[in-house]
């Protein structure tokens, strides 16, 4: 038995969330969607993927879905929160589905939820390398977009946002980016830091210049190079002070 109890949302709206264990009863239960409106529920028959959709008022918006199927409309101009569920129940050959809900009326995607791993995508990636027994992934990002653009970008890979695992694991992430330009690039994760202390993570690290942000929410940003910490969000960009960066890093880790 493979259980489960997992909600998902995005920005368009309409939200799945899958509960139960597979094989065996599920329920796929659809919130936030147009009142009076209808929703579609399609099935990814292979797992995850990128398959049309095959018809209706939102033909040809790409899903997560490969081997996409029609699961069932939904009507939820009875329910003034925009919600339905839907009762199902999978067999064994069945816990590689993966489902999606579409709003009609706005052309809005879910996310996907199942009961299998997404797989990792590594496209684009600069440079892997691994580190206290896992592989850590390292991406350029465009320093000219907004901070907000990146707020999920590991987790849509099928990955983790960095997190170092011993100092030697901390300090290596700061060494290896710096030698791919030996520039003041700045570092991106979410992991905590303590400028004044220079600790990432928890963990101290040498670098060229201490102080700057202590324990950041969300991003968080260092480097090799002097004034060596930053917290991104107060700068809404990946480059933090530094306008002449065409990118930074952005590194990812594999669970």
């Known amino acids: 038995m493979i259980p489960l109890m997992l909600s998902l949302s995005v920005a368009q709206g309409v939200e799945l969330t899958l509960?139960?264990?597979?094989?065996?009863?599920?329920t796929l239960d659809v919130t936030e969607a147009t009142v009076s409106g209808m929703v579609a529920?399609?099935?990814?028959t292979r797992g995850y993927g990128a398959d049309p959709i095959p018809a209706g008022p939102c033909a040809g918006m790409e899903t997560e879905l490969a081997g996409i199927r029609l699961v069932g409309g939904l009507r939820v101009d009875w329910d003034l929160d925009g919600a339905h569920r839907m009762p199902l129940t999978?067999?064994?050959?069945?816990?590689?589905?993966?489902?999606?809900?579409?709003?009609?009326?706005?052309?809005?995607?879910?996310?996907?939820?199942?009961?299998?791993?997404?797989p990792m995508d590594l496209d684009g990636v600069y440079d892997s390398y691994e580190s206290d027994a896992r592989m850590v992934h390292v991406w350029q990002s465009d320093s000219s977009a907004d901070l907000a653009?990146?707020?999920?970008?590991?987790?849509?890979?099928?990955?983790?946002?960095?997190?170092?695992?011993s100092a030697d694991d901390a300090q290596r992430l700061i060494d290896?980016?710096?030698?791919?330009?030996?520039?003041?690039?700045?570092?991106?994760?979410?992991?905590?830091?303590?400028?004044p202390a220079s600790l990432f993570g928890g963990y101290p690290v040498v670098v060229d210049g201490a102080g700057g942000v202590a324990d950041s929410d969300?991003?968080?940003?260092?480097?090799?190079?002097?004034?060596s910490f930053c917290d991104p969000e107060a700068w809404g960009y990946?480059?933090?002070?530094?306008g002449d960066h065409s990118y930074d890093w952005l590194v990812c880790q594999e669970p």
């Open 19 to 26: 509960t139960g264990s597979c094989p065996g009863e599920v």
């Open 41 to 44: 529920v399609f099935a990814g």
């Open 90 to 118: 999978l067999s064994p050959s069945r816990c590689g589905v993966v489902f999606q809900a579409l709003d009609l009326g706005t052309c809005g995607l879910s996310d996907s939820a199942g009961f299998v791993e997404r």
């Open 149 to 165: 653009t990146y707020d999920t970008f590991c987790e849509d890979r099928g990955l983790e946002w960095f997190t170092p695992l």
């Open 176 to 195: 290896t980016a710096y030698g791919y330009d030996e520039w003041h690039t700045w570092i991106l994760t979410k992991t905590p830091i303590d400028g």
């Open 218 to 227: 969300g991003f968080t940003a260092l480097r090799k190079w002097s004034t």
């Open 238 to 242: 990946t480059r933090c002070w530094d």
